[in-house]
């Protein structure tokens, strides 16, 4: 393998951390982007469920945005969880600027993005990115829905909340008004969008290091048992149900478009309360025809774009069930609506 | 106890899986052939990881060997396989094809082969039975995750390049074999002590292997190395569109997630998809959940500056399968996808 970023990898490593490969060298191929975003971290932030019970989350924050968690700070603060979106258009030149402190490793591997070694944010493969700023230079063909994320210690980074949605628009069709939405090239057209990133939580891992188990040792990153169920950062208990950053409020004769992102670990299957979901597209692809079904089982990372238009007023209740890995027993649900007034 | 035929597994048990030409090979032939072929059920260690040493059983080449998984089999429609299983151990063992598709019974079963006993099944494949198949033991339920199980590809009569009959082509072709281990479990096999009911995991292999990062001792070595495995490893050049038969003998299931290209999905448990999506992330079932997929070799397409070349993973995003013995990131069901 050529592109071994550095000599952190074996008993040395940051700190406490192991096979890590720090780096932050300047961009192969720079070229001046279309679009920028910038983007810190903080690993201090948190979520409160229903129950009244925190945990600890880390994510990205938006630093043009006027967030923190710049490399320059000392990144202990909190930001929103999910990650702050990135949206893009086809065919844009895109760079993700990301900037970490000396304290700790991180990357953003923008999911289902298909671009060279540099720029995929794989540590091992290139650097983990600390003590400065990389810029990941990539430019997507292909509409869809992605999402980014961590891949540092990923079981644990991306357990954290270090993920956020990543969109990417197709050029507008021909003829098209402006203002029009589609979900791909000369695809379906929406009015209403929801992002639905559904994930499982297990309190027990939110209390490790960044570095846990890089070293050796059982830290139980093979073990997860989760105990919240939670879409978009909300918990899918019951706060969900009504969160307006979660729940959709549309009108009759009104499209949506689902972007289900499967965020967890767990294989899910989620359930639109007898609605029918016409998919579109999965993992950023049209699917050769449209797949017309009132649930969709998936696993890790998997995306599906989901167009439903209710033909009558009413509220459906839309149900992600977790599943355990080995046993398949249904460890937890997580519930949001459809209201079509 | 099980000790008969007890090996070490390392360096020279797996050095059968690199002595081939990396990549299966196979050349069709106009006339149905026998494929004779004799597997020794042997048993020994495999250090892990993080160092502990698991008990494992095989399928081998011979019984000086602990192939996890068996040495692949390759066969084409109308030939007959004959295969020979000898029993080194002195338990009871057997030895099944699963049928094609999930419901279908076994393509061919031996019935129980008692401690140091053998048997020879017989099984001419007919037509239509094209396809990727899992064969293991099930005389327990938990044989299947000791390492008793490897793969067999029956191709089309008279194709090199296609999975069934009318398939989109590739022009290579490989197993991606996943397990997950309980040392617990494989303990209790070991010292006849009671197997638990329940598993947790703590091992992920893709074809008997774990991924070794750079820095880790093993790190690049083809014995050793799940990324370096040639028989594991996606190496090919822009073009080379690779056909890859998944097959979990594991406990869990599986998210396959490829990074640099998307895959065409061919199959889920052996049923031929109605059309071919193309997927980032395929759900592998476990209970002998099976897929098969083509790895385009397109050059990546969302680079800038466009590229060609290129070291990428194809890890497991349900990413506790990225772990060993409970930390130890890197050490996984992970393999390299070079683009050369
Ligand atoms: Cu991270
Ligand atoms: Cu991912």
Redesign the pocket.
Known sequence: MGMNGGGGGGGGGMGNACYVYPGAPATPGFVTPDVLFQRGIYMNGSMRFDDGNSVTIWGFTDLAAGGGGGAGGDQMGGGSFPSPAIRVTEGQIVHTALSVNMMWMHTI?H??IEPSTENDGVGHLSWDVTGGTYTYQWRPLHAGTY?Y?C?VN?PLH?EMGMYGALIVDPKPTPGDPAGTKRAFYNGPKYDVEAIWACDEIDPNWHTLPWYAGTCGGDVGLNNLNPRYFIITGVDGASSALTNPAVAVNMTLGQTLLVRYICAGFYPQKISFGGLTASVVASDGRPLPAAWNTGAIEAH??ERYDCIIKPTSRGTWTVTVQFFHWRTGAVLGTAKTRITVA | MERRGFLKAGTAGFASLVSGAGLLTWAPRSEAATISKTLYITAGTHTMPDGVSVYIKGFSDSSADLNVPATPIVCQEGDTLEITIINRLAVTHNFVIGGLKAGDPPLVSSGDIAGGGSKTITYTIPTGKAGSYLFYDNKTSYNVFLGLHGGLAIMPAGSSNQLYSGSPTFVKQLFWVFNDIDPALNSAVQHGTTVPTSFTPRYFTINGQTSLPPGAVGFDDPTRDAMANPETQLAGSVGDRTLIRMLNAGMCSHAV?THANHMEWLTDRGTVRGSVWKKD?LYLRNQLGKIDAIYPFEAPPDAYPPVTTGHFPMHL?DEMSQTAGGGMYLFGAMTDIVFK
């Open positions: 591997h999911h289902g999402f994320h891949h990923t991306a890790s990372a | 997630h992330v995003h």
